[in-house]
């Protein structure tokens, strides 16, 4: 697959700060890429100076085959959709689409307008200012704006940090939809873990500054390669230098081949799934998830929990 | 709580009747009286005052003084913007700026329009050392001309064009010209598109906070403006001291009041609060 969008050891430092550490990534046409990570990880940054609001202190940023990181944000060809949108408040929805055509002297102005507006189904509402819309259709406007200017690649900030709960999965989804359908390179920058494996094709996790581990969202959940990407990707059982997901930890009353005793400490219900705590003879606490329907482990109630090998994960640190 | 709120507002609410509000009254009532002989006032009640008012030389006044204002407060404006924009954007260093903007209310209007005077006439700083270095043969009229009075003018009310300027610009998400240079903006068409809209209420208070005052100066026109330079201010205030005419004075006063008052009602936008 080509490669659309290319940083080589691009590193920023903010007086003795340094926020970004010689992060290089490869994004392919085409591709929904997440950058994941923690606040303060240095993800924003790194948007950022692809964006072209940092400079990078040292590095390269490569769009397309030519070199962009000395240009200012208005020319280069990508867009970005903010964490808060950044609407225009004194423009209306259309005049928020337009605002970017216009400055390129794109052509067929109000086809295009008609059509993204279609597109991210805000159809009637080309006039209202952006105080009278929800939530939501504001992040469509934003989306909007952006996508008109059929950007190589669409950079996004968190972009669904600002809608509640309810709506961000289903925003996720069409968010998802969209990106297929159009085919843009979508870089999506974002702290929750959940969204990151829902949405990308492929995900780089990142912290302090430099990028711990960039591959599919199996790879990288399934095969963490350090202690970070495995915790920070979801739970994870600790046993000595062996790492298992509670999901691939199983528990049982009977003993199994393999299986190691332990004594209940606390279960919590979850709604589809249960967590049972349960403590090793060694000492050691983990967590098991067993399905809601499953009953009959109580705290102090003696089990035996195992895993298979190929679940196991192994860190040489 | 709504007893606390009556005590708060009693001290203020008293002093703005005994001092705005019966004055009003006082010379509302005096501006529809006749002349007294030795000054003041005496009856009947009459409409005279408003009709001479419309007379074409004081119209002519009028006028002048609207021109007068509308020019001080363009230029307050268009001088305030740039600065209220480079301290809104100097960072550390905003506060001391503003002091700085502010410092000359640490000295006597008066005084510093005196200053002016000495800066600007004949046999002033200014003129004298263009003589000296021989670039003038003969001394520049800048004194007693509206030239001179604009100036004064600009000079003491820039101050309140800045402050609600940067107040707005202050308030400016820095990431709206982020996304306007994001949609291909450089960087005066984001100032022209992005900066200076969203600036409209700023502009507004800062038009209002200079337009008013201005049009009713007369310690300016008098001192920089000589005789030649009548205004509305000077106008009321000969009235009451030299013509002797309280209550044609109190009419042009009236009349003064009524159109700033509908200046500012014309100026407040729908749902929006004055300053």
Known sequence: MDSILELRRVSKTFGAQVAVREVSLVIPKGQFFSLLGPSGCGKTTTLRMIAGFEAPTSGEVWLSGARIDPLPPYRRNVNTVFQSYALFPHLSVRGNVEFGLRRKRFEEIDARVRKVIEQVRLDGKESRMPAQLSGGERQRVALARSLVLEPEVLLLDEPLSALDPQLRKHVRAELKDLQRRIGVTFLFVTHDQEEALAMSDQIAVMNGGSVEQCGSPEEIYQRPRTRFVAGFLGAMNWIGKIGVRPECTRISRERENGGRAAVVTRCVFMGPAIHVEARLETGESLVAQVAATERGFEEGSAVHVSWSARDEVRFSE | ?275
């Open chain 2, 1 to 275: 709580m709504r007893r606390l709120r009556t005590i708060f507002l009693t001290p203020a609410g008293a002093l703005m009747f005994a001092t705005l509000v019966v004055p009003s009254l006082i010379i509302c009532t005096y501006s529809f009286l006749s002349r007294g002989a030795y000054g003041g006032v005496e009856r009947p009640f009459t409409i005279d005052n408003f009709e001479r008012l419309i007379a074409p030389l004081y119209g002519a006044i009028f006028f002048r003084s609207f021109w007068i204002a509308a020019v001080a407060t363009a230029l307050c404006l268009a001088l305030g913007f740039p600065l209220a924009l480079f301290i809104a954007r100097s960072g550390e260093r905003k506060n001391l700026y503003l002091g700085l903007v502010i410092l000359p209310f640490w000295t006597s209007f008066l005084i510093r329009i005196y200053a002016w005077m000495f800066l600007l006439r004949d046999t002033g700083l200014i003129n004298t050392v263009l003589l000296k270095i021989h670039a003038i043969h003969d001394p520049l009229p800048m004194l007693y001309n509206d030239g001179a009075v604009i100036l004064g003018l600009v000079y003491g009310f820039l101050p309140f064009t800045v402050l609600p300027l940067y107040a707005t610009l202050e308030r400016l998400d820095p990431s709206l010209l982020e996304a306007a240079a994001d949609l291909g903006s450089k960087p005066w068409d984001a100032l022209w598109r992005v900066t200076i809209p969203l600036c409209a209420a700023g502009f507004r208070a800062g038009a209002i906070l200079v337009f008013v005052p201005c049009l009713g100066t007369y310690i300016v026109s008098d001192l920089l403006g000589g005789s030649k330079t009548i205004l509305i201010g000077n106008l009321v205030q000969n009235q009451f001291t030299a013509s002797r005419d309280w209550p044609f004075g109190a009419a042009a006063a009236l009349a003064l009041m009524i159109v700033a008052m509908a200046l500012l009602f014309a100026a407040r936008r729908r749902g929006e609060e004055l300053l």
